[in-house]
């Protein structure tokens, strides 16, 4: 999914920049993603890219971990 986040990211327009507060992160798994000020991978709401992690995270007997 880091591929699918990365081109979806490219649509992220100036105003979303600021809203929530996003940079590039620049090292770890996240290494050139934009990022929140938490460190969390921002995942743009187009093409139910949100939508399939979402259900990717929370099938299996544990649910997301």
């Known amino acids: 999914y880091l591929d699918q ?3 979806a990211q490219k649509t992220v327009t100036a105003r979303q ?3 929530y507060k996003l940079n590039v992160a ?3 798994p ?3 993603l934009l990022v929140n000020d938490k ?3 921002f995942v743009p709401d187009n ?3 949100r939508l399939r992690l979402f259900i990717t995270a ?3 007997l544990g649910g997301h971990r």
């Open 26 to 28: 620049t090292s770890g």
């Open 30 to 32: 996240a290494e050139g």
């Open 58 to 60: 929370h099938q299996g």
């Open 47 to 49: 093409s139910y890219l």
């Open 5 to 7: 986040i990365r081109m």
């Open 17 to 19: 920049h600021t809203e």
């Open 39 to 41: 460190g969390k991978i």
